[in-house]
């Protein structure tokens, strides 16, 4: 028997655990449901290393997903055979990839995800119900009154009633289950102005997804796998917008659009130590191995590991022949195929600095994805259904060119912050990158409450965007704060019997919830610093 909840979060991602975590610590009984096995989203299941902004080590988080930072390094301290200067080193990078400050393995950040929720679970304050999906919502004056979910073991179904429902899904599924007005796609250029947004609006323009993957090298093994079905097609393929085969070593830079070509070379020798990730200063995707590595071998003591582990999210395996959102199942395998073709090139065609081709000591790792074919549990999803919210943030808001470098636009409900370009990667309407510097921002409580239902709030990339702010608003510290408010606003209003909508509307009781979000270290406006 499932306990009937206070709260509903459908979804168990970054942001539906920070949102079970914030209501759990008010008091309320929460069930929590999740599509895969594991819990995380993109930081586990979908096996992205998070991307952050330059102050990450100083501000900028809440004091949640800084426990979650702290608790992954202290992971790697506890039992990995670190050599004496990296476990000494107060900002470990257990990875030394360039992405970020903290480039990891899925299954670390999965294990401090769960501790963070085992007494919770123990209390029986919450229920996680895996590998459940939502099929359908029940509505009715202006309020969800139900959602049933199926068991994708079983087929079984249960349907959880609950005061209120959180949506922190991948996709905003919720959204389309329960009525909810939402925009999905590229708005278009009169419904905001927006400088970048099309004349006519594109629902179906979507940023691609990526399947990724994990790798190691392994010299003198051969790991070739089968050729992919489809390989011929993805070997020949070439976008209008590439300086080449998209299997190939050189695309546009994201921020230019001018050809660069990136360099490939397995388990450098280079003193991982001396790495530094910083995005503002450099994209730091060049050098594909190092980009995303998440176990730098030499940061442990000497045979430890024969190889560095590298996560493969590049642009070579970007997928955006057809939107996900609509047509999930046919874009999830032409995605996947994608990557199969991209690690079966690099195996037997990819040019190496000898002269030679294929590299077939790369071995794909199951064990790091925790699947059977190593692929990621399920795709990096940018761009979600988004609720057509109280307040829409528009590119306007953020836009360096727009505001100037020091033109954070502040707002009376700010619940959050965060920081990080207007990044858009290649999208199924034939976009290329759109890749905008941006200001750190904040974030409006106003684009986390739905214009007209009363009892379900975004924990995600749902939250009141637009095509082109998601490009800043969808990283992970600002998922995790986005589901954070979005658990405690639930638990505040149940608390003092209020609505979302009053609690933003109305200036007294924003404080009163603004207040605990304080004591909780749920940081809502930014210093004054350059935006990038």
Not at 337 to 344: A, D, F, M, P
Request: proline letters at 8%; charged letters at 25%.
């Amino acid at each position: 028997m499932i306990p009937q909840p206070d709260i509903l979060i459908v979804g168990g991602g970054l942001g539906g655990v920070a949102a079970a975590l914030a209501a759990c610590r008010a008091g309320r009984r929460v069930v929590m449901t999740e599509e895969t096995d594991w819990i995380g989203g993109q930081l586990t299941a979908q096996a992205v290393p998070p991307d952050e902004h330059p102050w990450v080590e100083r501000f900028g988080t809440t004091a949640t997903y800084r426990a979650l930072r702290e608790g992954i390094r202290a992971y790697y301290r506890q039992w990995y055979p670190l050599r004496g200067a990296a476990l000494g080193l107060a900002e470990l990078n257990p990875g030394a990839g360039r992405v970020s400050k903290l480039c990891h393995e899925p299954r670390v950040a999965l294990a401090v995800l769960e501790a963070m929720l085992a007494p919770h679970r123990a209390s029986g304050l919450l229920t996680v119900l895996t590998e459940h999906r939502a099929v359908s919502a029940e509505h009715d004056n202006d309020a969800i009154t139900a959602v049933t979910v199926r068991d994708l073991r079983s087929g079984a179904l249960r349907t959880v009633a609950a005061p209120y429902v959180i949506d922190a899904t991948e996709i905003g599924e919720l959204l389309e289950l329960a009525g909810v007005e939402h925009a999905s796609g590229a708005e278009s250029h009169d419904e905001f102005g927006e400088p970048h947004a099309p004349a006519q609006a594109q629902p179906g323009n979507q940023q691609g997804i990526t399947v990724c993957f994990a790798l190691s090298h392994h010299e003198g093994e051969d790991h070739t796998i089968d050729r992919p079905e489809t390989y011929h097609f993805w070997r020949a393929y070439r976008p209008d917008f590439w300086p080449g085969p998209l299997l190939g070593f050189e695309a546009p830079d994201p921020r230019t659009l001018e050809p660069v070509p990136r360099t490939f070379v397995p388990n450098p020798e280079l003193d991982p130590l001396a790495v530094s990730a910083d995005q503002s200063a450099d994209a730091g995707d060049k050098e594909l191995w190092g980009f995303r590595r998440i176990l730098a071998r030499k940061l442990h003591r000497p045979g430890a590991f024969d190889s560095d582990i590298t996560l493969v999210n590049w642009p070579l395996n970007d997928y955006w022949l057809k939107p996900f959102i609509g047509q999930e199942t046919e874009a999830l395998r032409e995605a996947r195929q994608l990557s199969l073709s991209v690690l079966y090139w690099l195996q037997t065609e990819a040019p190496r600095a000898d002269g030679g081709t294929g590299f077939p000591g790369l071995r794909i790792r199951p064990d790091v994805t925790g699947t059977a074919d190593g692929l990621a549990k399920g795709p990096y999803v940018r761009e979600s259904r988004r609720i057509k919210a109280v307040t829409t943030v528009v590119e306007q808001d953020v836009a360096i060119d727009v505001v100037g470098p020091y033109g954070t636009k502040h707002y009376r409900d700010s619940v959050g912050v965060g920081g990080y370009r207007i990044d858009l990667h290649p999208s199924t309407g034939g976009d290329t990158y759109i890749d905008i510097g941006s200001v750190p921002f904040e974030i409006p409580l106003g684009a986390m409450v739905p214009r007209r239902v009363r009892n379900l709030l975004p924990a995600g990339k749902n939250i009141g965007t637009t095509h082109i702010t998601n490009g800043c608003y969808r990283l992970h510290p600002v998922e995790w704060n986005v589901g954070e408010v979005a658990g405690a606003l639930a638990a505040h209003c149940l608390a003092e019997d209020v609505e979302p909508h009053q609690v933003q509307a109305d200036d007294k009781r924003f404080e009163e919830f603004a207040r605990a979000l304080d004591r909780a270290g749920v940081q809502r406006s930014w210093p004054d610093i350059r935006g990038y």
